[in-house]
């Protein structure tokens, strides 16, 4: 796994590739709230501690910012069969991050529109 040092922390490749949806990363134009939304996805056990700094992001883009999330619970769907805790930590993570920010998750969402059509 690839490690980049950046701020006395360490971030893998592979992560901040997945949140910034580019396959050629420049971790000096990655923007902060990217950088913590790796520290979690990639050690999901540190979310309790990051929920305050979190909620409290400034985020320029919402409907974009909504998409970081996004790609990690794909990915995490996707290679779940692999290493079931890891991708399930990383998706649980990445929800809860979805709910903190914007009150429900975009995916359910449709699921619950759905329903309400069929009930039609």
Do not use: C
């Amino acid at each position: 796994m690839d490690i980049i040092f950046f701020k006395d922390k360490k971030y893998s490749l592979k992560t901040l590739e997945l949140l910034t949806g580019q396959m050629d990363v420049d971790i000096e134009k990655i923007h902060d709230s990217i950088l913590i939304i790796a520290q979690v996805v990639d050690d999901p056990d540190k979310l309790p501690y990051f929920l305050e700094t979190i909620k409290s992001l400034e985020i320029d883009d919402l409907e974009k910012f909504r998409f970081i999330l996004l790609r990690v619970q794909i990915d995490s769907q996707l290679h779940l069969n692999e290493n079931i805790e890891k991708y399930h930590k990383r998706l649980f993570v990445s929800q809860i991050i979805e709910k903190l920010i914007y009150g429900e998750l975009l995916l359910e969402a449709g699921k619950e529109d759905e329903e309400d059509d069929k009930e039609d």
